[in-house]
């Protein structure tokens, strides 16, 4: 099982700016793919960006020059800068992590940390 925490949630006025992190714990062989999504009340989860082993960076269109994903490869970590937000970026923000374990690979999913732009 891989457990996924996110942190870094909150109250931020437009314009504004939050770093959301993510850790990883429990037993599997290596992580690839890292990423955040978010849902905002009564819409589907979306993607926001993610990022591969490798490096190589996705990001959605609606946040792509304003939103920065990060990750520390030897931690299994990652981050997300999230600058110059907008309310429409309101949402509750969650990781996710492919991982490959004694079972297979699979998808972890974090309980996510709630962000909301607001004046």
């Known amino acids: 099982q891989v457990q996924l925490v996110e942190s870094g949630g909150g109250l931020v006025q437009p314009g504004g700016s939050l770093r959301l992190s993510c850790e990883t714990s429990?037993?599997?062989?290596?992580?690839?793919?890292m990423g955040w999504y978010r849902q905002a009340p009564e819409k589907e989860r979306e993607l926001v960006a993610t990022?591969?082993?490798?490096?190589?960076?996705n990001y959605a269109i609606s946040v792509k020059g304003r939103f920065t994903i990060s990750r520390h490869t030897a931690r299994d970590t990652t981050s997300l800068q999230m600058n110059s937000l907008k309310p429409e970026d309101t949402a509750v923000y969650f990781c996710?992590?492919?991982?490959?374990?004694?079972?297979?690979?699979?998808?972890?999913w974090g309980k996510g940390t709630p962000v909301t732009v607001s004046s």
């Open positions: 990022i591969a082993r490798s490096g190589t960076t």
């Open positions: 429990g037993s599997f062989f290596t992580i690839t793919d």
């Open positions: 996710n992590a492919e991982a490959i374990t004694g079972s297979g690979r699979r998808t972890y």
